[in-house]
């Protein structure tokens, strides 16, 4: 089992940057692939971005490619999802997210996911 904690999150101007970071606790994280997903208030959880187990493969929602970049660092159990040029549209809260069974492809759907954070809110003012 692997516990998930999100930071980074706050309010940000259009064009401006936030790193989130999601600290994971469990001697199992390095075997998990990793997503990010955001959820905005009445809508449904939508995929952000995933890294593989080892961190060779990355999958991108298309409204994030090219300004978000997901990271991971094994030794410190940390996922990092750095984001760029942000938009009011990214305005949502901010999820980190394991599959437990490391699927491939990854997985970009919500339910495939086992393990969630309590989120981060992010907020981008126009």
């Known amino acids: 089992q692997v516990q998930l904690v999100e930071s980074g999150g706050g309010l940000v101007q259009a064009g401006g940057s936030l790193r989130l970071s999601c600290a994971a606790s469990g001697r199992t994280f390095n075997n998990y692939n990793m997503g990010w997903f955001r959820q905005a208030p009445g809508k449904e959880y939508s995929f952000v971005a995933a890294i593989s187990w080892r961190g060779g493969l990355t999958h991108y929602a298309d409204s994030v490619k090219g300004r978000f970049t997901i990271s991971r660092d094994n030794t410190k159990n940390t996922v990092t999802l750095q984001m760029n040029s942000l938009k009011p549209e990214d305005t949502a809260a901010y999820y980190c997210?394991?599959?437990?069974?490391?699927?491939?492809?990854?997985?970009?759907?919500?339910?495939?996911?086992?393990?969630w954070g309590q989120g981060t809110q992010v907020t981008v003012s126009s």
């Open positions: 997210a394991a599959d437990s069974n490391s699927r491939l492809p990854i997985m970009t759907e919500w339910h495939e996911y086992d393990y």
